[in-house]
């Protein structure tokens, strides 16, 4: 299984130590091969707001020399992995000049066919709040760009590092974290079976609709889409 983590810190704490188990255990079940990033090493610039990555292409990025192995490795992928600590009740700044960059493979530009057939994780923890939205933040970038299913795990962790959190809580978090990697290696062996999400079909149809009336006229949106046929009929779910 191929796998693309991308760490909204660069600190070894509880949200990398949750992954790593997380990765440990869902080797038992396959063959894993990964490919980590860690913000804001992996992409240390904020988007300009320049929009030429969605009018002139993503290569167009003056960043490109960073997005682009990531997003490389993301359209590569069987299994997204987006990690980030609670921030005043949000994610990393780091991890959201990221997800901005990324815009442009949102279903209302160019998402990429393949990650119609991944599936996609969110790891959280926080000291005591603010879980459920840094969690949305980063989820909702994995379903706009297509994801069959993505997984959550959100921990309340009540400490400032992972060496501090008692051992009972581990153990409880392990625990978790087990029946959680049993769950995800089942979605993404068979994500070929799991219903598309009625948000992907909903966004998708209307996206085509824009195109072929005019309403949405970007032409390096519609390039995209008439390139893989999504404005003749097929569709990549
Ligand atoms: C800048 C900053 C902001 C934080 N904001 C919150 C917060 O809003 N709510 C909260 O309960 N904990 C907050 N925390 C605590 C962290 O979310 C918590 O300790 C987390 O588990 C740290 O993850 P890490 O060990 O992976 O870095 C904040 C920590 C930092 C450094």
Known sequence: MKITVINGNLRRGSTWNCMNLFLEKLSEYNETEVVEFALPKGCPKFCTGCFSCFLNGEQTCPH???TEPIVKALADSDLIILTSPVYGFDVTGQMKALLDHLCFMWLSHRPNPRLFQSVGLVITTTAGAGLSHTAKTMKNSLQFWGVKKA???KKA??????EDIPEPKKAQIKKEIAALAAKVSKAAAGVSKLPTPLKTRFMFYLMKKMLKT????NPCDRKHWES????DGKKPF
């Open 64 to 66: 490109a020399e960073y």
């Open 151 to 153: 997984f959550t795990y």
């Open 157 to 162: 962790v009540a400490a400032l590092k992972w």
């Open 214 to 217: 005019g309403k949405w006229d």
């Open 228 to 231: 893989l046929g999504w404005l």
